[in-house]
């Protein structure tokens, strides 16, 4: 098969969503697939993107469409659905083989890109949700009730003609839009699923969760049971990661909190919650953004806290399988949550806010009762003290077994053979 991507930010620049599309490019490839990526062109520079991202040269499955950059340090793009971009699309395209199925992994312009092209050519498309938009959007602007009702007029008018007509002015309703023409709905977790099929996004949403490289996954447990093991030689026996001593003689737990640093994170109460907490743990942020600055001025009061900014993916996973517990503090915003489920594929319990995460993790958490402060600081208390007991929880081996992506591509190649198949 040819499959064709569909986003909006290009594979290359930083994003859940992009580390995941690459992942399963690669393993649709090495199944002996052909994949085109479509997305804006990006405007940072090659040696920045060299540097950042390991890229070497022109890859030829991109395609990259005229674009502008949307933020400061030009990683982030978009390119205007309209006919001027599909006809640079077409006649790009026509130098490729013929396309068997358009796979949209966008919510935005890409979305509407995508099932333009696919509309014009009479291509079968799945459509894969990768975001909340009401959540999204309502965490970063006041105005998010406006902003809405502006992302439907866009999509009425750019999606005009395709599917039935689609009236409202919600998140849900935008999603709606979105999905029409679509032979197949996927999301990556079941909790986000439910939501689509209640809110009559799609009738049936198909749950593909995404996954981690089975070749990293390998390298990153072996490298942690090495440490594991010379640290068990020098030290004697220790419970899941390697933890410092503090001055009171005591194992101090390690805990690895991962993400954007942006409100809908949530990564200031999580830093309230351990100064509030009187636990003496190690604790390590990894991640970049705009709320930087108020999070050093919190960890202040904390001497255990270090930031230690954007890592690689393979660095991420390592300082994940060598933590004591990850922490995942935002509530309601993300639709799989892939830090939990990675660390579960690495053996490593999660501390989790989400009571929808904590449920498809089927074990190996501590939970927090609610979004207050408090709750996430008796969270953390219980964590710390299981963690020098030495009864943390134990991951669900399921959960961590599912996680790998070569089954993930299986799953999804199901999917394209059902659609394929219903033409």
């Known amino acids: 098969m040819h499959i064709v991507f569909f986003g909006d930010q290009h594979l290359e620049s930083l994003g859940g969503a992009q580390v995941s599309m690459r992942l399963q490019r690669r393993f649709l490839e090495r199944a002996g697939h052909t994949v085109t990526a479509v997305a804006p062109k990006m405007h940072a520079t090659p040696s920045t993107l060299r540097q ?10 991109y395609l990259d469409l005229p674009s502008i950059p949307i933020t400061l340090d030009r990683e982030y793009s978009m390119s205007w659905p309209g006919r001027r971009t599909d006809r640079f699309l077409d006649r790009a395209m026509r130098d490729r083989p013929p396309v068997d199925l358009v796979h949209v992994q966008a919510d935005f312009w890409g979305a509407f890109i995508g099932h333009r092209f696919a509309y014009r050519h009479g291509i079968p498309v799945v459509h894969t949700m990768h975001n909340r938009v009401d959540v999204g959007i309502a965490a970063v602007t006041p105005l998010h009730r406006q902003v809405l009702a502006v992302l439907n007029l866009w999509r009425r008018v750019a999606m005009r ?11 849900w309703a935008y999603l709606r839009g979105i999905a029409q023409g679509a032979g197949a709905v996927t999301a990556p977790s079941g909790h986000f699923a439910r939501r689509l099929e209640q809110h009559n996004v799609f009738a049936h949403v198909d749950v593909v969760w995404n996954g981690i490289d089975d ?12 440490s594991d093991s010379a640290r068990d030689i020098a030290a004697g026996p220790v419970s899941h990661g ?6 009171g003689g005591l194992r101090r737990p390690r805990f690895v909190w991962l993400g954007r ?18 636990v003496d743990p190690d604790i390590e942020v990894i991640g970049g953004g705009g709320q930087l600055r108020a999070a050093e001025k919190i960890a202040r009061r904390h001497d255990g806290i270090r930031f230690s900014g954007r890592l690689s993916y393979a660095e991420t996973l390592a300082r994940i399988a060598a933590a004591d517990a990850v922490v995942q503090t935002s509530i309601g915003f993300e639709t799989q949550g892939m830090t939990p489920f990675e660390a579960a594929a690495l053996g490593t319990p999660t501390i989790v806010s989400d009571p929808d995460i904590a449920g498809e993790l089927r074990g190996g958490l501590w939970t927090v009762a609610d979004a207050s402060v408090s709750a996430l600081a008796d969270a ?3 964590a710390a ?11 669900n081996p399921e959960v961590a077994a599912a996680f790998h992506q070569s ?17």
């Not at 003290?385 to 991951?395: C, F, K, N």
């Not at 089954?407 to 033409?423: E, K």
């Open 385 to 395: 003290s299981d963690i020098v007991a030495g009864t943390a929880p134990i991951p």
């Open 52 to 61: 950042a991202h390991g890229a070497k040269g022109v890859d030829a499955g």
């Open 161 to 171: 003609g395709i599917g039935a007509p689609v009236a409202g002015s919600d998140g």
């Open 242 to 247: 390697e933890s410092d001593v503090s001055a």
């Open 261 to 278: 640093m942006s409100p809908e994170k949530r990564l200031l109460p999580f830093l309230e919650a351990v100064v509030a907490s009187k």
């Open 215 to 226: 070749e990293l996954l390998t390298q990153v447990r072996a490298g942690a049971e090495t």
């Open 380 to 382: 953390l208390q219980r």
């Open 407 to 423: 089954s993930r591509t299986a799953a999804m190649i199901d999917v394209y053979q059902r659609v394929l198949s219903a033409r």
